[in-house]
């Protein structure tokens, strides 16, 4: 799968290899994600493969942009109201003298 190709050739499911490559990872951390219940999958024939259906692991994909945007806006917000606040300024903790020591 190291070429792009369409949704509709790849199939419903997608072996645990198809997956490590799309995800750009090694095949035991795809294992990994898929026994601690992280990435859905089913275990399909006799010798019991490991199945992702593509539609789970595109959720998967979207949920995980979900996640890193609400970190980064999680992040924004612990910065976002400090100089207001403080009436402008940083405040400085340990200051010696008592006085507000101003951002830089």
Do not use: C
Not at 16 to 41: F, K, M, Q, W
Not at 65 to 89: C, H, K, T, V
């Amino acid at each position: 799968m190291s070429d792009p190709v369409s949704s509709a050739s790849i199939g419903r499911f997608l072996t645990l290899a198809d997956t490590a490559e799309i995800l750009n990872l090694t095949l035991s951390a795809a294992l990994d994600l898929v026994r601690t219940g992280e990435l859905p999958a089913i275990r399909i024939g006799a010798a019991g493969a490991w199945r992702v259906e593509r539609v789970v692991l595109e959720s998967y994909i979207e949920a995980k942009y979900e996640e890193a945007r609400r970190m980064s806006l999680w992040e924004q917000s612990d910065f976002a109201n400090i100089p207001e606040l403080s009436g402008g300024r940083i405040l400085r903790p340990g200051a010696t003298d008592g006085q507000d020591r101003p951002e830089p």
